[in-house]
């Protein structure tokens, strides 16, 4: 029965991406929708240069689904869980592509 269902971690993981970058997954099902989130996963995702955070994808309570790229906040279009991380990891390769010389 879901409503005994306790909070699931399914990753937490640091990836190193560059000398000075790092991406940091973090995804939970939990029992309930987050407020402001349809579905029942709980997540951050970050992507870190020089101890900045460039990207991240969020949900906290009360938000729902969005993204951040540097100061620039929009909302996110969460489908599953494995789009959230193709759609990050492409984020990536394009903030990477368009900072070459940073």
Same mark, same amino acid.
């Given at each position: %029965?879901? !409503?005994? %269902?306790?909070?699931?971690?399914? /990753?937490? &993981?640091? =990836?190193? =991406? #560059?000398?000075? #970058?790092? #991406?940091?997954?973090?995804? *939970?099902?939990?029992?309930?929708?987050?407020?402001? !989130?349809?579905?029942? +996963?709980? +997540?951050?995702? #970050? /992507?870190? @240069?020089?101890?900045?955070?460039?990207?991240? +994808?969020?949900?906290?309570?009360?938000?729902?689904? $969005?993204? $951040?790229?540097?100061?620039?906040?929009?909302?996110? &279009? /969460?489908?599953?869980?494995? &789009?959230? @991380?193709?759609?990050?990891?492409?984020? =990536?390769?394009? *903030?990477?592509?368009?900072?070459?010389?940073?």
């Amino acid at each position: %029965m879901i !409503s005994n %269902m306790k909070a699931r971690l399914l /990753f937490d &993981q640091r =990836i190193v =991406i #560059a000398e000075k #970058a790092f #991406a940091e997954l973090v995804l *939970w099902e939990v029992p309930t929708p987050v407020s402001g !989130s349809p579905h029942r +996963y709980k +997540y951050r995702l #970050a /992507f870190i @240069v020089d101890g900045r955070c460039e990207l991240r +994808y969020d949900n906290e309570t009360g938000k729902g689904d $969005h993204r $951040h790229a540097g100061d620039h906040e929009e909302p996110y &279009q /969460f489908t599953t869980p494995d &789009q959230l @991380v193709a759609d990050f990891f492409l984020d =990536i390769e394009r *903030w990477r592509n368009e900072n070459r010389d940073s």
